[in-house]
């Protein structure tokens, strides 16, 4: 999967959890799984926690050992 800039396209679907990159502590990025609230505009993960940093995103790449 290729990364998607968010300011290029968001997610159109609510509730799905995606592979995000995010600006954190000391301007490092990191990548965590998130869901986006598409009618909020907001990305958050399990426990609700916002994250405004976020800027690339992709679906959750298949276990190709599975």
Do not use: C, H, S
């Not at 965590?32 to 926690?49: A, I, M, Q, S």
């Amino acid at each position: 999967m290729e990364w998607i800039n968010v300011k290029d396209r968001l997610p159109k679907d609510d509730g799905q959890d995606w592979l995000v990159l995010f600006i954190g502590w000391d301007d490092i990025e990191f990548a965590r799984v998130l869901e986006y609230d598409v009618k909020n505009n907001e990305w958050y993960d399990y426990n609700g926690l916002e994250y405004d940093t976020v800027t690339m995103w992709q679906p959750i790449p298949k276990n190709k050992l599975a």
